[in-house]
Each structure stands twice: as C-alpha cells, then as structure tokens.
T-cell receptor, first 111, second 114 residues
Framework: TQLLEQSPQFLSIQEGENLTVYCNSSSVFSSLQWYRQEPGEGPVLLVTVVTGGEVKKLKRLTFQFGDARKDSSLHITAAQPGDTGLYLCAGMVSNTGKLIFGQGTTLQVKP | KAGVTQTPRYLIKTRGQQVTLSCSPISGHRSVSWYQQTPGQGLQFLFEYFSETQRNKGNFPGRFSGRQFSNSRSEMNVSTLELGDSALYLC?????????????FGPGTRLTVL
C-alpha cells in the first residue's frame, strides 16, 4: 500500500515568514501534484512535477521533486495571509492513473 | 472552459437512506475520480471511472458504488447511510493518463447523515 506522509500537519506563522512543507513516501511516483484547498471548496491544482530533481516556481512558492521521485517539498517565501489554507500533496501511482493523497498541511498565516 | 460541477452542493439524509451524487467533468475529460474527505481521515480515494469502466477502486464497502455515462458524467451512490458517511464528497476529472494525470476538482457535495 502506497502512503504519502506530509509534515507538518499544522503550521501557524506570522506574515513575512518562510516555511517548508514536506511530502515523503517509500514508493516511487510517476508524477506528484500539489493542491491548495480553502474551507468549503475543492482542492485547486498548484503544480505538477514529473522529473526527479525538478524544481518549479510559482511566484513565492517553490516546489521540488526528489531525485528518486519518492518525496517532494513546497517552500513558501514571505508568507501572506492569502496563503492560508490546506496544502495537499498527491502522488501518481505508476501505470494506474491513481492519485494517492497525503494527509495535508493546514497553514495559517497571521497578519 | 467550464470547470467540474457537482450537484447537489449540500444534502441532509437520515440513517438507512440512500443518496446519489452527480458530477459533470470538464469537457473532453474521460476520467472521473471520487473522494471522501473528513477531518479525521483526510482525502480518501473511493473509485475512478474511465470511459464508463471502473479503473481503480479504493477500500470502501460495497455500499459505495458509482457509474459513468457515455458523456463522461458520473454518479456516486451510497446505500444504507451511516452516521460515519457524513463528509465532503469530491469528484475530480482528468484526461485519464496513467502516469501523468492532472486532476481538477469540483466544489464538492457536503453530505450530513442524521
């Protein structure tokens, strides 16, 4: 059974601070996606990483896929209150089309 | 392009009843996946339909079932509702690739079982 462990589960920081969320597994994924979800809504896709070692930047967000394609990280620089939400990582199990989700990281950025 | 739509958005049922939820995918998407989200368990995969066939299945009891129509719209049915079925039910559509498959979620159906 493939599992994705996300850490930390909860994060409360002040506006302007930096943070990193980690997503780890013992399984190899063919691709990995990061989503952000706000209360009462569905998750919104932020980025997909495919190649081991790949780094993608989305404004103040930096996503990295581990060299072995088993782990990923999301780094936010100078967090803002608008970044508040639930961040989810999801790995694609090779040749199945199935996504496995981590438990999520609840981020609160205080002004 | 219109996004994924789910109906109804909110539903209140009592134990023992059955419920049907509907999902309309993004135009051109052939895969629809269903998830259950609760505060304690997070996002759990129910099943995926691709071209009207169930391609993947999670670890849920047989009370949870689904189907997909020729226009890719999908329905999920839960029979003999239990209190523990109260959750946000999300559907996601995608093109259906098996190695690279970006999923786009609908807003969800909030089901409350009394």
């Amino acid at each position: 059974t493939q599992l994705l462990e996300q850490s930390p589960q909860f994060l409360s920081i002040q506006e302007g601070e930096n943070l990193t969320v980690y997503c780890n597994s013992s399984s190899v994924f063919s691709s990995l996606q990061w989503y952000r979800q706000e209360p009462g809504e569905g998750p919104v896709l932020l980025v997909t990483v495919v190649t081991g070692g790949e780094v993608k930047k989305l404004k103040r967000l930096t996503f990295q896929f581990g060299d072995a394609r088993k782990d990923s990280s999301l780094h936010i620089t100078a967090a803002q209150p608008g970044d508040t939400g639930l961040y989810l990582c999801a790995g694609m199990v090779s040749n199945t089309g199935k996504l496995i989700f981590g438990q999520g990281t609840t981020l609160q950025v205080k002004p | 392009k219109a996004g994924v739509t789910q109906t109804p958005r909110y539903l209140i049922k009592t134990r023992g009843q059955q419920v049907t939820l509907s999902c309309s995918p993004i135009s051109g998407h052939r895969s629809v996946s269903w998830y259950q989200q609760t505060p304690g368990q997070g996002l759990q995969f129910l099943f995926e339909y691709f071209s009207e066939t169930q391609r993947n299945k999670g670890n849920f009891p047989g009370r949870f079932s689904g189907r997909q129509f020729s226009n890719s719209r999908s329905e999920m049915n839960v029979s003999t509702l239990e209190l523990g079925d109260s959750a946000l039910y999300l559907c996601a559509s995608s093109l259906g690739g098996i190695s690279y498959n970006e999923q786009f979620f609908g807003p969800g159906t909030r089901l409350t079982v009394l």
